[in-house]
């Protein structure tokens, strides 16, 4: 007796859409969308922001290039510039914020008594700001060594320098002109802006 024949599957386009497609895809964000932190699994931001955008959340993992020495070999690799944490646009009035709870990933959003805690208003849009091509942060911002540059705040504000040092970090060194010299200061990057 013959074997019958198997019937084969056939599977839309639609449905094989693969991570990077999905990644790419940017959901459209709202006027009245926060940003709000949520806590992930340790190790898990990746798989944390590729549940969330399948379900249309919009969601930002701040990353940084990480050195690690293992068996006498240095490997390179970008990490979450805040492990543990990632940040989610949500309209809390619109979406339902509850769900980010329960994906793949996450442990929850921070919360203040029943609501989810909005991050500072313009702090996760400067992350972004500072996001290279490679998607990691860079703290720079078009700044390079022997440049001029005003100080935005602390002590020194207002006050005009040379830029002598700028680690991958965002902390940098700026030789400002004081009282017949130069005072070596050390800032944050984010201090500081490029002057023609």
Known sequence: MP???????????????????????????SPATRW???????GKESVAEWHLQRQ???????RYEKTTRHARRLETRSAAYFPGYMF??????????????????VRSL????DRPLPVPSGLVE??????GEDGLLDFRGGLAAGASVQ???????EMIGRLDRLDPAG?????????????????????????A
């Open 110 to 113: 921070v919360m203040q008594g």
């Open 56 to 62: 249309g959340f919009h969601s930002f993992v701040p």
């Open 151 to 157: 100080i935005l705040s602390g002590p020194f504000a």
């Open 36 to 42: 709000y932190a949520a806590s992930v699994f340790p």
């Open 3 to 29: 074997k019958p024949a198997k019937a084969s599957r056939v599977i839309s386009s639609e449905k094989t859409m693969d991570k990077a497609n999905i990644l790419s895809q940017r959901p459209a964000v």
């Open 126 to 131: 400067r992350f972004i700001a500072l996001t």
């Open 171 to 195: 902390r940098a060194r700026v030789l400002v002109a004081f009282m017949n010299g130069e005072v070596a200061v050390d800032l944050d990057a984010r201090d500081l802006v490029a002057i």
């Open 88 to 105: 989610v646009a949500l309209d809390v009035a619109l979406q339902r914020w509850r769900s980010v709870n329960g994906t793949l990933g």
